[in-house]
């Protein structure tokens, strides 16, 4: 079975402060590939990053940081100096099997207070 | 370039009614992919469509339907409205590999009442 598991529904924090989002899979396939999402306010759904399983070098960029680690299967999005923009549900989803279908985490709501 | 655009925004419905949502993809995107959003339920995938074809299929009833056009333009349609079929539902495009990122559009909210 392949699954998603976002352990944390809501998060709250004070502009600045650095929030790391939990994000832990489940697949007995060999070949994935895990991603993340921002959905603010808005709606839209917005690519963040994608990562297959042969790739386990942790990812950069500006205040976001991506931490895989098949030893855990968990691929945690870590937000350095988070700020007001940053408040959106994030989702962390899975590509497994020989299909083209995402499997969701329920997503973790973040709010950044100034 | 244009990102996925969808149709209509928003949409109210009754209980027994049928609709059709319709979904423009990203130029030169052959894939398009449909998810249902609830807030209990979250991000459901309902299916994919490529090059015309049904490729993955969820687990939702038959009520559920889509197609897709030659331009790659998709349309999904539900018959019988229930009451528990009120959600956003989501369009995504992509190149159609399964690495490929999917860029979605805004969405639909659709109201059952």
Known sequence: AQKVT????????????????????????????????????SGELVFLIRRNSFDEQNEISGRYS???????????????????????VYFCALNAGNNRKLIWGLGTSLAVNP | KAGVTQTPRYLI??????????????????????????????????????SETQRNKGNFPGRFSGRQFSNSRSEMNVSTLELGDSALYLCA????????????????????L
Request: proline share 4%; glycine share 6%.
């Open chain 2, 93 to 112: 495009s992509s190149w159609g590999d399964r690495a490929n990122e999917q860029f979605f559009g805004p969405g639909t909210r659709l109201t059952v």
């Open chain 1, 6 to 41: 976002q352990a944390q529904t809501e998060i709250s924090v004070v502009e600045k402060e650095d929030v790391t989002l939990d994000c832990v899979y489940e697949t007995r396939d060999t070949t994935y590939y895990l991603f993340w999402y921002k959905q603010p306010p």
């Open chain 1, 66 to 88: 991506w931490n895989f680690q098949k030893s855990t299967s968990s691929f945690n999005f870590t937000i350095t100096a988070s700020q007001v923009v940053d408040s959106a």
């Open chain 2, 13 to 50: 419905k009754t209980r027994g009614q049928q609709v059709t949502l319709s979904c423009s993809p990203i130029s030169g995107h052959r894939s398009v992919s449909w998810y249902q959003q609830t807030p209990g339920q979250g991000l459901q995938f309902l299916f994919e469509y490529f």
